[in-house]
C-alpha cells in the first residue's frame, strides 16, 4: 500500500489537475509536478510542490505518476515518447491515468507496462470543477484490483465515490457512460431554462421546485446556475466534451450501438464550439437556445 511517505508525480495542471494535486499537499504527499506551461503550476510550486523540466525527469523520481491531460493524442505523447513515462518510471511504479481517453489506449498502456514490471490503471473522473476542488470526484478505475487497492488511500484524497470497475479499460468506458448521460441531459436542462423563461417564470424559482424531484441531476443544480448568471467560465471545457463525445461515440459505433441523444448534443456542442465557445464552460450551451 502506497504511504505519505512515497512521493507522487502529477502530469497535467488543467482546471481540476491543479485543484487534485493540491489535495494530494494538503494530505501531506511529497508531490512533483510537470506541464506544458510552467506559471500554470506557480501556485501548486509556491505551496510545496516540486517543479520537474519533463516528463522523465518526474517519471524517474515518483512512485505514482498521475496524468490528468487533454486529448489521447496527449496520452500517447507522455506515456509512448522516447522521453515518456513508460521509457523512464522506474521498476514497480504505478501509473494513474485520468484523462478521459479511449479505452483501447488505457489497454494498450496496461499491456506496455506489465512488461516493464509496472502497474497501470485508468481512473478517469467526474465532478468537474467544484469535484476536483472539494476532494468529492467520482473516479472510475480499470485495471488489476490489487494495483487499485494498493492506491486506494491516494483516491481517497481526491474523490468520494471511488468504484473499481474492472479490468483495464473499464474505467475509461464507464467514463464514456457517464459522459453519454450528461450529453443528453445538458440539453434538457438549456430547453428547461429557455422555456421556463418564455413561459414568464422565475426560472431560479423553478430550480428550486425541479432540482430536487425527478428531473435532479449534477447538471441541473450546478450548471443551470451558471446558466442564470450568465456565468461561462470553464468548470469543463466545450472542447474537452466534445472530445470525450466523439470517443464515446466511436466506442459505441463500434460496439454496434444506436445513440441519437449522443449524436445530436454532438452536433450542438460542435456549432457551440464554431460560435468561438471551445474554451467556454459546457453550461455555455444555453446560447444556442436563447438565440
Known amino acids: 500500500?502506497?504511504?505519505?511517505?512515497?512521493?507522487?508525480?502529477?502530469?497535467?495542471?488543467?482546471?481540476?489537475?491543479?485543484?487534485?494535486?493540491?489535495?494530494?499537499?494538503?494530505?501531506?504527499?511529497?508531490?512533483?509536478?510537470?506541464?506544458?506551461t510552467?506559471?500554470?503550476?506557480?501556485?501548486?510550486?509556491?505551496?510545496?510542490?516540486?517543479?520537474?523540466?519533463?516528463?522523465?525527469?518526474l517519471a524517474q523520481g515518483a512512485d505514482v505518476i498521475i496524468t490528468m491531460v487533454g486529448y489521447p493524442s496527449d496520452v500517447e505523447d507522455v506515456y509512448f515518447g522516447e522521453d515518456g513515462i513508460l521509457n523512464n518510471a522506474k521498476e514497480k511504479s504505478y501509473l494513474v491515468d485520468m484523462?478521459?481517453?479511449?479505452?483501447?489506449?488505457?489497454?494498450?498502456?496496461?499491456?506496455?507496462?506489465?512488461?516493464?514490471g509496472l502497474f497501470a490503471l485508468d481512473a478517469p473522473v467526474s465532478g468537474g470543477d467544484v469535484?476536483?476542488?472539494?476532494?468529492?470526484?467520482?473516479?472510475?478505475?480499470?485495471?488489476?484490483?490489487?494495483?487499485?487497492?494498493?492506491?486506494?488511500?491516494?483516491?481517497?484524497?481526491?474523490?468520494?465515490?471511488?468504484?473499481?470497475?474492472?479490468?483495464?479499460?473499464?474505467?475509461?468506458?464507464?467514463?464514456?457512460?457517464?459522459?453519454?448521460?450528461?450529453?443528453?441531459?445538458?440539453?434538457?436542462?438549456?430547453?428547461?431554462?429557455?422555456?421556463?423563461k418564455k413561459a414568464g417564470l422565475d426560472p431560479s424559482k423553478v430550480l428550486k421546485s425541479i432540482t430536487t424531484g425527478a428531473a435532479g441531476s449534477f447538471s441541473l443544480s450546478n450548471l443551470a446556475p451558471r446558466m442564470l448568471k450568465e456565468d461561462y467560465a470553464p468548470g469543463f471545457y466545450v472542447k474537452h466534451f466534445i472530445k470525450d463525445m466523439t470517443i464515446a461515440l466511436e466506442s459505441a459505433k463500434d460496439m454496434g450501438l444506436l445513440t441519437p441523444g449522443l449524436a445530436l448534443s454532438l452536433e450542438l456542442y460542435t456549432?457551440?464550439?464554431?460560435?468561438?465557445?471551445?474554451?467556454?464552460?459546457?453550461?455555455?450551451?444555453?446560447?444556442?437556445?436563447e438565440k
Not at 491543479?18 to 506544458?36: E, H, I
Not at 467520482?138 to 468520494?160: R, W
Open 1 to 36: 500500500m502506497v504511504e505519505t511517505n512515497n512521493t507522487i508525480g502529477f502530469i497535467g495542471i488543467g482546471v481540476m489537475g491543479k485543484s487534485m494535486t493540491q489535495n494530494l499537499l494538503n494530505a501531506g504527499f511529497p508531490v512533483q509536478v510537470y506541464t506544458r
Open 38 to 57: 510552467k506559471e500554470k503550476a506557480q501556485s501548486l510550486i509556491d505551496k510545496g510542490a516540486i517543479w520537474c523540466e519533463s516528463v522523465a525527469e
Open 271 to 289: 456549432e457551440l464550439a464554431e460560435q468561438g465557445e471551445n474554451d467556454s464552460g459546457t453550461q455555455a450551451l444555453i446560447k444556442l437556445f
Open 99 to 116: 484523462t478521459t481517453s479511449k479505452p483501447a489506449l488505457a489497454e494498450q498502456i496496461y499491456a506496455e507496462s506489465k512488461t516493464r
Open 131 to 196: 469535484g476536483a476542488q472539494n476532494g468529492t470526484l467520482s473516479i472510475m478505475i480499470g485495471g488489476e484490483k490489487q494495483a487499485f487497492q494498493d492506491l486506494k488511500p491516494i483516491f481517497e484524497v481526491m474523490g468520494s465515490n471511488i468504484v473499481y470497475q474492472g479490468c483495464a479499460g473499464a474505467g475509461q468506458h464507464t467514463k464514456l457512460c457517464n459522459q453519454i448521460t450528461i450529453a443528453s441531459n445538458m440539453v434538457g436542462v438549456s430547453e428547461a431554462i429557455v422555456y421556463a
